[in-house]
């Protein structure tokens, strides 16, 4: 089993930035990859990022390339969202996930189903 705990959403104003954490307990050693994944209101669960615990392979949803940054620090079993220029449409519940199944390619890493563990997510609110 691996536990994901969230932390470091709010508000903020656009324009702004926040750095998001997922921090894991349990058998972190099992975990291949970590992913972040939003939803707003009335929406469907959307991709962000995904990063393989190697940090070897990284991807990101069109829509926050350039702007969010995964990483992650092994030693903590803690991964990270840096989120800069934020929009109001980024507004959502932010979760992380981890998959413990084989790693295969981080191209498919965007469908909620790749994952096996999920955080509780936070709150991230973009004022215009």
């Known amino acids: 089993q691996v536990q994901l705990v969230e932390s470091g959403g709010g508000l903020v104003q656009a324009g702004g930035s926040l750095r998001l954490s997922c921090a894991a307990s349990?058998?972190?050693?099992?975990?291949?990859?970590m992913g972040w994944f939003r939803q707003a209101p009335g929406k469907e669960r959307e991709f962000v990022a995904a990063?393989?615990?190697?940090?070897?392979?990284?991807y990101y949803a069109d829509s926050v390339k350039g702007r969010f940054t995964i990483s992650g620090d092994n030693a903590k079993n803690t991964g990270y969202l840096l989120m800069n220029s934020l929009k109001p449409e980024d507004t959502a519940v932010y979760y992380c996930?981890?998959?413990?199944?084989?790693?295969?390619?981080?191209?498919?890493?965007?469908?909620?189903?790749?994952?096996?563990?999920w955080g509780q997510g936070t709150q991230v609110t973009v004022s215009s």
């Open positions: 990063r393989s615990w190697s940090g070897n392979s990284i």
């Open positions: 349990g058998r972190t050693g099992s975990i291949n990859v």
């Open positions: 996930a981890a998959r413990t199944r084989m790693f295969l390619s981080i191209a498919i890493m965007g469908a909620p189903n790749e994952y096996d563990y």
